[in-house]
């Protein structure tokens, strides 16, 4: 049975770091593409990155490039979001998904299954 299972959410003041990790069982890395997305109070949720089923690409919504940056350790079967420099802007739930195809799309049309979420909130 597929599961994720995310964690390293909290609290943390403006121009802070996080590190979010999403661990994967009954499913292996390679098996599809892992995409984070978030949502905030009263909004949708958006995609925020993915990374392809070879690892070899990534993928950023223009709010976070340049901050977030999403890597991976096969041995642990689990992937990283490190997101430094964080805004207020950045306060949410965010969600990892195991994704159908093995390329980096941010499309809900195409997720497999979702993790529970983690809570970031981003204020001094």
């Known amino acids: 049975q597929l599961q994720l299972v995310e964690s390293g959410g909290g609290l943390v003041q403006p121009g802070g770091s996080l590190r979010l990790s999403c661990a994967a069982s009954?499913?292996?890395?390679?098996?599809?593409?892992i995409g984070w997305f978030r949502q905030a109070p009263g909004k949708e949720r958006e995609g925020v990155s993915c990374i392809s089923s070879s690892g070899g690409s990534t993928n950023y919504a223009d709010s976070v490039k340049g901050r977030f940056t999403l890597s991976r350790y096969n041995a642990k079967n689990t992937v990283y979001l490190q997101m430094n420099s964080l805004k207020p802007e950045d306060t949410g739930v965010y969600y990892c998904a195991a994704m159908y195809g093995s390329s980096c799309r941010l499309r809900f049309s195409i997720v497999r299954s979702w993790g529970q979420g983690t809570q970031v909130t981003v204020s001094s």
């Open positions: 009954g499913f292996t890395l390679d098996d599809g593409a």
